[in-house]
């Protein structure tokens, strides 16, 4: 199996689907508050009642419907509140009136953003799916957070495999939990309630996107580590990993 890098990902046919769910809303059936199990309109108000300035960053945010009706019904109970709301998405899918609403847009991958403040709120509501390096993803969200931020993402660890495709979903919850991210394997939700700096010891070797529909029924990316339990890896293991294809995180930590 050929494994693909994050830039050659960005182009395939599987992450830019434009048959996947962008136009989530802030509540109801189709929505963040229900697939985060999380009150986002009422965290962003809790904290804006206590006379705060406050920041939400969405990452892989769609067409930004949510952020918008966000912004609109917390204009209303708040007046002019103090609070800015960031969205990314590696595809300009954006809606016109997420633009006029106010929301701050940025276009392009999640690895390649650089924020200029720090968030009370760090989201991704089912677009870690289609990552790559996603532990990478959550390392930096988790980064982006003011120190009493609060992260919440949807995650399904069965897309998250070691070389030669053994499943690595419990060794990265386990790693995780024991450097302050939550994983609720029931609703596939991982959780931080304060800003943390992780350290995990998974290495990135590529990312399938052959792998096939994952619990949300859609086609998703499969993204493979280097087993941090077997440091020498094996021949069937260098077998799996295209010619050439560069140790992504070793290469980004020696920059
Ligand atoms: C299923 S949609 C979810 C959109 C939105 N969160 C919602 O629930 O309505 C997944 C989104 O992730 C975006 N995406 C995929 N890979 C990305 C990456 N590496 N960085 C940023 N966005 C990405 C896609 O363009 C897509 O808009």
Redesign the pocket.
């Known amino acids: 199996m050929g494994l693909l890098g ?1 830039d050659e990902l ?1 182009d395939s046919p599987v ?2 689907n434009c048959s ?5 809303e802030i509540t109801g059936t189709n929505s ?1 508050t229900r ?1 985060l199990h999380f009150d986002v309109l009422g965290f962003l108000s809790q904290r804006l009642r206590e006379g705060r300035e406050v920041a939400w960053l ?6 930004g ?2 952020l918008a009706q966000a912004l609109e019904r917390l204009r209303a109970e708040h007046g002019e509140p103090a609070l800015r709301v960031d969205g ?4 300009d ?1 954006f809606r016109p009136e997420v633009r006029r609403a106010g929301v701050g847009l940025h276009v ?4 390649g953003f650089e924020p200029t403040l720090r968030y009370d709120l760090v989201t ?4 870690l ?4 390096d996603k532990l990478r ?1 959550v390392e930096l969200a988790c980064s982006w957070l003011a120190p009493d931020g609060v992260f919440r993402a949807s995650l399904d660890l069965r897309n998250l495999r070691f070389e030669g495709g053994k499943p690595a979903g419990r060794a990265v919850a386990k790693a995780l939990r024991e450097q302050g991210v939550a994983y609720d394997s029931k609703r596939r939700l991982l959780s931080a309630d304060g800003r943390v700096e992780l350290a995990l010891p998974f290495v990135f070797r590529g990312a399938d996107d052959q792998a096939g529909p994952n619990s949300t029924g ?1 086609p998703a990316v499969n993204s493979y580590y280097r087993n941090p339990a077997s440091p020498t890896p094996s021949p069937s293991d260098t077998r799996s990993i295209r010619c050439g294809h560069p140790d992504l995180k070793q290469q980004r930590r020696s920059e």
């Open positions: 994050d960005d992450v830019a996947m769910n962008r136009e989530r963040y697939d969405d990452l892989c945010c769609g067409s419907r949510a990314l998405d590696l595809v899918a392009g991958p999640i690895r991704c509501v089912h677009g799916h289609y990552v790559g993803a859609q």
